[in-house]
């Protein structure tokens, strides 16, 4: 069993700056992908940004130059930093992890969500 937490979300102002991190923990061979998602209220759930284990980043558009995701294996945490926040970033944001087990097989977890808001 994987158990993921995550931390750092609360209110901001527009222009403010938080950063959030998640640690996975439980037993596991390894992490292979590590990601971000946010879901606003009424709106789909979407990729914010994506680490691999080795490193490879995809941002989505909207926060491209703003945010930052990096993580520590050492860890098994990864972090988003955020900066210049916008109150369309106001959402539920979620850690995703890819755990890899001894058997090789891969699965998928979720985080319980950190809430963002951005006030104008």
């Known amino acids: 069993q994987v158990s993921l937490v995550e931390s750092g979300g609360g209110l901001v102002q527009a222009g403010g700056s938080l950063r959030l991190s998640c640690a996975a923990s439980g037993s596991f061979f390894r992490i292979d992908d590590m990601a971000w998602y946010r879901q606003a209220p009424g709106k789909q759930r979407e990729l914010v940004a994506k680490i691999t284990r080795i490193g490879v980043i995809n941002y989505a558009d909207s926060v491209k130059g703003r945010v930052t995701i990096s993580r520590d294996n050492a860890k098994n945490t990864v972090y988003l930093q955020n900066n210049s926040l916008k109150p369309e970033d106001t959402a539920v944001y979620y850690c995703?992890?890819?755990?890899?087990?001894?058997?090789?097989?891969?699965?998928?977890?979720w985080g319980q969500g950190t809430q963002v808001t951005v006030s104008s």
């Open positions: 995703y992890v890819v755990i890899m087990n001894s058997l090789g097989r891969t699965y998928q977890y």
